[in-house]
């Protein structure tokens, strides 16, 4: 097998990429440890050595992008014991219906399942201890700009725009929203620290054409056929769909179960799409590494880690325990 080092020259060299080092995408933050999209969990993730870290966004009442992973409150919030009677008829409680003070009063905890009150991740930070909240995207450029000045790093920010379909039926542009802040503070080209991405296709020909961007791009990828506001992944993960998307993103964010395949690890496989993306010069940043979530044809982390660099030659990752990454691309590297 060819070496880490060698795979990677290769892929970035055929991707006309400017840096050989694969980048370490912290998911939400440092998720695996502190509440996601709090700040903590920033902070924490820039302190372990993360390439980028990602911000979720949604808008608020009065318009405001803010850090969430979810349209919803209930998963990550006390909004249904804070404000029992603002839900919507299905029972859902929906951050563009509160504004950015109502929100800033919510406490954010570990992401638990709302009917059973049980977190999704038994062994991450205890709910209910300390005090998270909320922030807007703003305030975590912010912080992320401040650590860079401070620390004389460059590290940059990964948005992605969520359910911009929904917003707009209900009367609201994220993405317009978004734009602005992005260029505000110096975020505009492709050599800007910046990744932009969105699970809904329609909206990603959007921001490169309608809305022009001129930064770096991404289509996400979900595991299913085709999402709901009819974004069609198989066809979009074909050698047509990414010859497609070659002409209007920079790289692709699919499913880790879209790069590498199988039931158990005696039967895993890689897949053809990370080497025809990069051959299309797409990168390939595939998402999520859990370390306490495992995908079922790894036994380790570790192997996880080798199945996507080395075997299948992926740009970066997007980890919730971003040192677990760094530290095995550290290993490689010198193997």
């Given at each position: 097998?060819?070496?880490?080092?060698?795979?990677?020259?290769?892929?970035?060299?055929?991707?006309?990429?400017?840096?050989?080092k694969p980048l370490v995408i912290a998911h939400r933050g440092a998720s695996g440890y502190l509440p996601e999209h709090t700040v903590a969990a920033k902070a924490y993730a820039y302190a372990l050595g993360a390439d980028f870290l990602e911000q979720d966004l949604v808008l608020s009442k009065d318009g405001v992008p803010v850090v969430l992973h979810d349209?919803?409150?209930?998963?990550?919030?006390?909004?249904?014991?804070?404000?029992?009677?603002?839900h919507r008829p299905d029972g859902r409680y929906y951050a563009l219906d509160f504004t950015v003070a109502e929100l800033k009063t919510l406490q954010v905890t570990e992401r638990f399942n709302p009917t059973t009150g049980q977190p999704v991740y038994p062994r991450r930070f205890p709910a209910g201890q300390t005090i998270f909240r909320i922030s807007t995207f703003e305030e975590e450029i912010q912080l992320i700009q401040g650590l860079n000045r401070s620390t004389g790093r460059n590290i940059g920010?990964?948005?992605?725009?969520?359910?911009?379909?929904?917003?707009?039926?209900?009367?609201?542009?994220?993405?317009?929203?978004?734009?602005?802040?992005?260029?505000?503070?110096?975020?505009?080209?492709?050599?800007?620290?910046?990744?932009?991405?969105?699970?809904e296709v329609a909206e990603v020909r959007r921001?490169?054409?309608?809305?022009?961007?001129?930064?770096?791009?991404?289509?996400l990828l979900g595991g299913g056929a085709k999402s709901e506001d009819g974004t069609d992944f198989d066809y979009l993960c074909s050698p047509a769909g990414l010859k497609e998307l070659a002409a209007i993103v920079d790289g692709i964010g699919p499913p880790i179960g879209r790069i590498i395949s199988g039931r158990t690890p005696g039967e895993?496989?890689?897949?053809?799409?990370?080497?025809?993306?990069?051959?299309?010069?797409?990168?390939?940043?595939?998402y999520t590494i859990r370390i306490d979530e495992l995908p079922k044809m790894v036994a380790t982390d570790a192997e996880l880690h080798a199945?996507?660099?080395?075997?299948?030659?992926v740009q970066g990752v997007f980890s919730d325990f971003p040192d677990v990454t760094i530290d095995w691309l550290k290993k490689a590297k010198k193997r």
């Open positions: 097998m060819k070496s880490w080092f060698a795979l990677m020259t290769l892929s970035m060299a055929i991707a006309g990429a400017q840096d050989i349209i919803h409150l209930d998963t990550v919030t006390d909004v249904a014991r804070s404000f029992p009677e603002r920010i990964y948005p992605e725009i969520k359910q911009p379909r929904w917003h707009l039926a209900e009367g609201r542009d994220l993405s317009r929203a978004v734009l602005p802040i992005l260029e505000r503070y110096g975020y505009k080209n492709k050599t800007d620290a910046c990744w932009v991405q969105c699970f921001w490169r054409g309608e809305l022009g961007w001129k930064g770096r791009l991404v289509m895993r496989r890689v897949t053809p799409l990370a080497r025809q993306a990069t051959e299309l010069g797409l990168v390939v940043h595939p199945a996507l660099f080395d075997e299948a030659g």
